[in-house]
């Protein structure tokens, strides 16, 4: 059996039956199963959940019934096998039906001539298999395989012409990026190790101290494990420094874990001052202690805390905050496709849009008079970002808003919102 396709097939059954995120459950049946081109495997992993809506609207041309009334492990191979057709130029047509028909032998047995019949009919008629009228959601939908709401709602809230880029920018697969640690190393100097350690390193656009790196097994060099860098996209770094922390102030980050942008922070800061990493999590706290050691910090404290409630202790005391909130995440669909399927149902989305403003609320309450205060989402929605920013600043009269941007990944980089406010003080 093709342990690539196999384990391909296992994680995507994964995501689809226990809504697994697709880094995490690729890492792990790598591990498990060991195929000999783990690439191939990720390729058509990410390559059939970015292109799962366009897929289905093939699939229920070929079938009768529909593919939403085919079983998953069915419905899998055959978006597996329809995959390599439409979007891997390097798989012969008759290798992409083959080695899907004798995997459907193995793990859905009794089903391989119907899917053998169904990835050949496609083979056959696919000229004939028109996409919806161009210039309607339902195009823009099927095309880019982005549901409607999410189309609609991206369309209602950027305009018609940023959205085909947007959608299609939200496909691109996202480079793997890092942050040197300034304690102990520079862009420079580490590019040059890294590079003569056999990877492939560039310099980003948006952030100078940010690099791009390809190649394989970068996380168990031994540059990773002697704390000279960790993982981090621009958007992320730059909200770190919008904040600006300076040697020897006392930094809050209310919902720092797993400790990236705390750790970001500590760097900019020198090691010097006081950093508090909240969380309402012991074992996502545990997550940042773990990086500060790895990376040499010594600054970060770490505090068990529902940022939604606050602690009297810490009213007042912070020199700068940083309220990098729980958000939808649709900034991030490059890095998880399978973000753009899950629509949230109105009650959670509410409750959800609460949340962020409790946390953005007590992150003012924790800064001195002439407080820095950095708010910042990885989503693409106004009403997780601008619009409670306003509604912020029109409860808070006290603030304004210093900084404010939307980054979008037509930058190359992830969907990220950073909006910097100070107090105005006495």
């Not at 292109?51 to 529909?66: Q, V």
Request: hydrophobic share 40%.
């Amino acid at each position: 059996m093709d342990t690539g396709r196999k384990t391909a097939f296992e994680i995507l059954l994964e995501i689809e039956t226990s809504a697994a995120y697709s880094n995490l459950s690729i890492n792990k049946f790598i591990q498990r199963n060991a195929p000999p081109d783990p690439a191939f495997v990720r390729e058509l992993v990410y390559g059939v959940l970015e292109n799962r809506l366009l897929l289905d609207y093939y699939l229920d041309k070929l079938i009768a019934s529909g593919i939403s009334r085919t079983g998953r492990r069915e419905r899998t191979l055959l978006r597996l096998g329809l995959y390599q057709l439409i979007g891997m130029e390097s798989v012969p047509e008759y290798a992409a039906v083959n080695e899907t028909v004798a995997l459907a032998r193995r793990l859905c047995r009794g089903r391989e001539g119907f899917i053998n019949g169904v990835l050949r009919g496609f083979i056959k008629k696919r000229d004939n298999l028109a996409l919806p009228p161009e210039g309607t959601d339902e195009y823009l939908s099927v095309r880019y395989s982005f549901p409607l709401w999410l189309v609609r709602m991206w369309k209602a809230q950027y305009g018609s012409r940023l959205l085909p880029q947007l959608l299609a920018a939200s496909n691109e697969r996202a480079p793997l990026t890092i942050r040197p640690n300034s304690m102990r190393t520079d862009a420079m100097r580490l590019s040059e190790l890294l590079t003569r350690e056999g990877f492939v390193v560039s310099a980003c656009s948006q952030a100078e101290n940010i690099l791009a790196v390809s190649g394989s097994g970068l996380l168990a060099s031994e540059s990773y494990a002697g704390g000279l860098f960790s993982v981090q996209d621009e958007g992320s770094y730059l909200a770190c420094t919008a904040l600006a922390p300076r040697a020897g102030e006392t930094v809050i980050d209310v919902c720092a874990a797993p400790g990236g942008k705390t750790c970001a922070l500590a760097e900019l800061m020198g090691d010097e001052g006081r950093i508090i990493a909240c969380d309402i999590y012991q074992h996502r706290l545990d997550l940042i202690e773990q990086q500060a050691g790895r990376l040499g910090l010594g600054i970060i404290s770490t505090r068990l805390l529902d940022g939604t409630r606050g602690d009297d202790a810490l009213f007042g005391t912070a020199d700068r905050v940083l309220a990098d909130v729980p958000c939808s995440g649709l900034g991030v669909i490059r890095r998880k496709p399978e973000i753009k399927y899950k629509e949230p149902d109105r009650e959670a989305y509410e409750a959800l849009l609460k949340t962020q403003s409790s946390l953005l609320q007590t992150a003012a309450s924790y800064l001195k008079p002439q407080g820095t205060l950095v708010y910042s989402t990885c989503t693409i929605n106004k009403e997780e970002n601008d619009f409670q920013i306003q509604k912020f600043v029109e409860k808070n009269r006290e603030y304004e808003i210093i900084e404010e941007r939307q980054f979008f990944p037509t930058e190359g980089i992830d969907g990220f919102y950073i909006c910097k406010l100070k107090q105005k003080g006495n």
